[in-house]
């Protein structure tokens, strides 16, 4: 009952957001150098004349700002996000074509880094102050410092280029006809470094998280009343200190989930990941502002979705949020 | 104890310090180290490092001097990175100030801006932006900016909510004296040490969106930057590892100073906080 009401108000919360980041469309589009027609279709060239006066057409540009907003928004909330004249295809299609991908992708490096990040965490929160402490602290700073392209590139150089142990580019081997489990395999094989070097900067986080959750919680006391009970240190780590303090994690991890998706840009370019990160890349130097957008909007809509879900996770966790709204 | 000597005791911070100063007297100094600038070509390119005299740090792929170009690029990551977090200052601290002070519709209505903001992805909006506006020194800082402001605003309302209910401020009140000199005077000073702790950290963020971003090429054109380097080297890594190998070493130093500074600072402003989370 409470999480179908939790579930309703997120939609609407998220059409909402959807909506506004629609209209922030709309305006960027009229904020670029320019004429807006010549801007949607893309590098001076890209379109004729013809292309350009329907455009102009379409999106009724000798009408009021207004009426321009009006359609402009009506066609994103039907699904329409223009058309590329770089890529000769609808945008909606590109986007579509390569999602899997980037959902791949963005949810693989998100389970490692969260699963990482806590493990660490709990180990360094254990030996606190300890040598091991300081070696899991010191590494997740450094990683925390570290730009996720470079950390990309660096990877492909050890692991790829000198000693060859992980392909550092693409998606699959083109043309080994691999079918059925094989190629399964060899995805995976793609897949571990773009995923572990987009997780290594959010791992770093979910770490420093999880360690100061863990020590505060461990202050409480609840805690003490189960020390006194003569629990073992491993139960009450595990039972009840950890439950507790994975709560702002998790939080914290829907929040970081967008950020993610932005970073997947970062990956997908230096791994040549067919994802629609890339896509993006490859629209920057065409100028193709459309695909440009389109990608942006369909980023937004997925950080929406990640942060219901965690709404959700996060009131199953903790039975007691959500009964006092 | 002094505010200096309470930094001082966290050895990491004080080491971050030093790094942040060297990097700052070298990007001063580059012109006079390379008054030729970092876009002369030099020598061949593609020399590796190490090997020639006067080139420390080898010729990039047009034969320009890749240590000139590191000295350069600490220029452009010191001054977007700082610029960019004044902005962001500029934009959060009055809008959460507001927000904590003045309370109810004011506060609803600059929260849910504040949280549609954070819920678009921060980097997917700066390239969206620095696309748009074409990339220029100036779109880029505003871009970084734009991008960094919402948690400055919900620090900034949430410490100003905490502030405006101690007594004093009741105080301020009975003392007739008006609501804007009470929210600059008496409330706003009392929320500078975390936003000064927030800023410190916020300026390696920019440092690290900004290298992102000329990395994919959306860099100012004219300015040679860490992230434009990495970027033009990226095709080459098989054959040139120390073009893109030495300016993410200079991100690295520079993020990681301005991160242990942060910290170094929290220490020493909030010694109440900081203790739970240690030993």
Redesign the interface.
Same mark, same amino acid.
């Given at each position: 009952m409470a999480i179908a009401g939790t579930i309703f108000g997120r939609l609407l919360k998220a059409a909402l957001?959807l909506l506004?980041?629609a209209v922030l469309n709309f305006f960027?589009?009229h904020?670029? $150098?320019g004429d807006p027609a010549v801007v949607l279709a893309g590098e001076a060239g890209a379109a004729d004349e013809q292309m350009i006066a329907d455009l102009r057409a379409q999106f009724g540009l000798d009408q009021p700002l207004y009426v321009q907003l009006y359609r402009y928004v009506g066609n994103i909330l039907t699904l329409d996000l223009g058309y590329s004249f770089r890529q000769g295809a609808p945008v909606l299609d590109l986007i579509l074509e390569r999602l899997p991908a980037t959902l791949i992708l963005t949810l693989t490096a998100f389970w490692i880094s969260l699963l990482a990040g806590v493990a660490l965490g709990v180990a360094a929160s254990a030996r606190?102050?300890k040598f091991t402490d300081s070696l899991i602290t010191g590494t997740a700073?450094?990683f925390?410092?570290? $730009?996720?392209?470079?950390a990309a590139? +660096?990877a492909?150089?050890v692991f790829s280029?000198q000693l060859g142990w992980l392909p550092g580019f693409g998606y699959e081997t083109v043309g080994s006809g691999y079918g059925g489990f094989d190629r399964a395999i060899d995805i995976l094989k793609h897949l571990i470094l773009p995923a572990l070097t987009l997780g290594l900067f959010f791992m770093a986080v979910y770490m420093r998280m999880t /360690?100061?959750s863990m020590?505060?919680v461990a202050?409480q006391d609840f805690v003490k009343t189960a020390r006194a009970k003569g629990l073992a240190p491993s139960v009450i780590r595990r039972r009840h200190i950890l439950r507790n303090a994975l709560l702002p994690v998790v939080t914290l991890a829907g929040?970081q989930a967008?950020?993610l998706?932005?970073?997947a840009?970062?990956t997908e370019?230096?791994f040549a990941w067919p994802g629609i990160g890339r896509l +993006?890349?490859e629209s920057?130097?065409a /100028?193709d502002?459309n695909t440009?957008?389109g990608?942006?909007l369909v980023?937004?809509l997925?950080?929406?979705i990640f942060?219901i879900i965690t709404d959700i996770v996060y009131r199953l966790i903790d039975p007691r949020i959500g009964q006092k709204a | 104890m002094s505010l200096w000597s309470r930094f001082a005791t966290n050895r990491a911070a004080v080491i971050g310090l030093i790094v942040l100063i060297a990097v700052i007297i070298i990007a001063l100094l580059a012109p006079v180290m390379f008054p030729k600038g970092p876009w002369a070509m030099v020598q061949r390119p593609f020399l590796a490092p190490f090997d020639t005299d006067g080139l420390p740090l080898g010729t990039d792929t047009l034969g320009r001097n890749v240590l000139a170009g590191l000295i350069y690029g600490a220029r452009v990551s010191l001054l977007v990175g700082l610029v960019s977090t004044v902005m962001a200052l500029l934009i959060g601290v009055p809008l959460g100030a507001v927000a904590g002070f003045y309370g109810g519709w004011v506060d609803e209505i600059a929260m849910r801006f504040t949280e549609f903001f954070q819920t678009i992805p921060n980097f997917a909006l700066a390239i969206v932006l620095v696309a748009i506006l074409e990339p220029s020194l100036t779109s880029i800082t505003i871009s970084i900016a734009i991008v960094s402001w919402p948690p400055v605003a919900r620090l900034v309302r949430a410490e100003v909510m905490s502030v405006t209910r101690r007594e004093y401020v009741d105080a301020a009140r009975l003392a007739g004296l008006s609501n804007l000199h009470i929210l600059t005077r008496q409330v706003l000073p009392n929320t500078v040490s975390p936003i000064i702790v927030m800023a410190s950290l916020m300026v390696a963020t920019a440092i690290l969106l900004e290298s992102s971003l000329s990395f994919l090429g959306l860099g100012d054109p004219n300015i040679m930057s860490w992230g434009y380097q990495i970027g033009a080297a990226r095709t080459v890594i098989r054959s040139a590892w120390w073009l893109s190998f030495f300016p993410g070493v200079a991100i690295v130093l520079t993020v990681l100073a301005l991160n242990l500074i942060g910290e170094g600072l929290n220490d020493a402003l909030n010694p109440h906080l900081t203790r739970k989370g240690k030993s």
């Open positions: 957001t506004a980041i960027l589009i904020a670029a $150098p606190v102050g700073l450094l925390y410092a570290t $730009p996720l392209y470079w590139l +660096m492909v150089l280029v /360690r100061a020590l505060e202050q929040l967008g950020q998706v932005g970073g840009v970062l370019t230096v +993006m890349f920057l130097a /100028r502002y440009i957008l990608v942006f980023s937004a997925m950080v929406i942060n | -």
